[in-house]
């Protein structure tokens, strides 16, 4: 029974010669780097995956209080008031409210709706700026990882070639090490460069639609500013489909019925 163990304990311990850790020492500091260069992005890949998913996630439920309460007020300074402070939607009126006040302070003469566009096109491009911020981190990621594992599998099979040259004995002990170093760090870069692909494209999808629908409230803003409050857009569940009138069913008439033209025997 004991010898068994002993026996299993001396196999396993063979076998971790050939894992990640005997890997990586085998490598020596080239090998160490690139694996800590992949592990540090994968890292800050999945912490921005989840900061811009939070931030994402907290500016589509103020786009849900907006369409459910916002245009029900009488102007937009009311309205604004119900919004959150750190609010995108509040920001895009508190910009268009102050372009509107500074439009009569100008010296040359420029048409309002130009300038409340220009104000409000600012503002919306400010917002979206800050939500795309990181992605281009984990666009780098995905181009780089693969690469970098790449540089990793180079130099493993070039210390495998360089202990085989130098031991005279191409046998599989003197190179496991080296070629499983490279093999390792080949998986490791794609292991980290396809889940950022993943996340960048996703990301990116949902700042499409964020930057719909914010693009659609500034028009909205525009409209209500320029009309002195005239125009707002239809509220909510508000909106009635109108019922297409009922036409009366045509009489018809036959032969012989009361009232016809009756034939001669």
Not at 90 to 101: I, N, R
Not at 197 to 218: G, H, P, T
Not at 234 to 259: L, R, S
Request: glycine residues 10%; hydrophobic residues 45%.
């Amino acid at each position: 029974m004991l010898t068994t163990i002993l026996a299993a304990g001396g196999t396993a311990a063979a076998e971790n010669q050939f894992g990640l850790q005997a890997a990586l020492k085998e490598g020596g500091l080239i090998s160490q780097s690139v694996f800590t260069i992949l592990v540090l992005m994968s890292i800050v890949s999945f912490y921005i995956l989840f900061s811009k998913l939070f931030e994402q996630q907290k500016i589509m439920n103020q786009a849900k209080r907006v369409r459910q309460g916002f245009w029900q007020s009488s102007n937009l300074r009311e309205g604004a008031a119900k919004l959150e402070k750190n609010s995108a939607y509040k920001q895009l009126v508190d910009d268009g409210l102050q372009a509107q006040d500074q439009h009569s302070k100008l010296t040359d003469p420029v048409e309002a709706h130009d300038w409340l566009h220009g104000s409000l096109a600012r503002s919306e491009a400010a917002i979206n700026s800050k939500l795309g911020g990181g992605l281009a981190f984990l666009a780098t990621v995905g181009a780089t990882a693969p690469f970098i594992g790449l540089f990793g599998t180079v130099v493993g099979i070039y210390r495998a070639l360089i202990k085989i040259g130098a031991s005279g004995d191409p046998s599989i002990d003197k190179v496991a090490g080296p070629v499983g170093e490279a093999l390792i760090m080949t998986a490791l870069g794609l292991v980290v460069a396809v889940p950022a692909v993943l996340a960048y494209n996703w990301l990116q999808r949902r700042n499409k639609s964020i930057a719909e629908d914010l693009s659609a409230f500034s028009n909205d803003v525009l409209g209500f500013l320029a009309s002195n409050g005239a125009v707002k857009p239809t509220m909510a569940g508000i909106a009635t489909t109108a019922k297409a009138p009922v036409k009366p069913a045509a009489a018809t008439t036959t032969a012989g019925q009361a009232g016809g033209v009756q034939t001669r025997p």
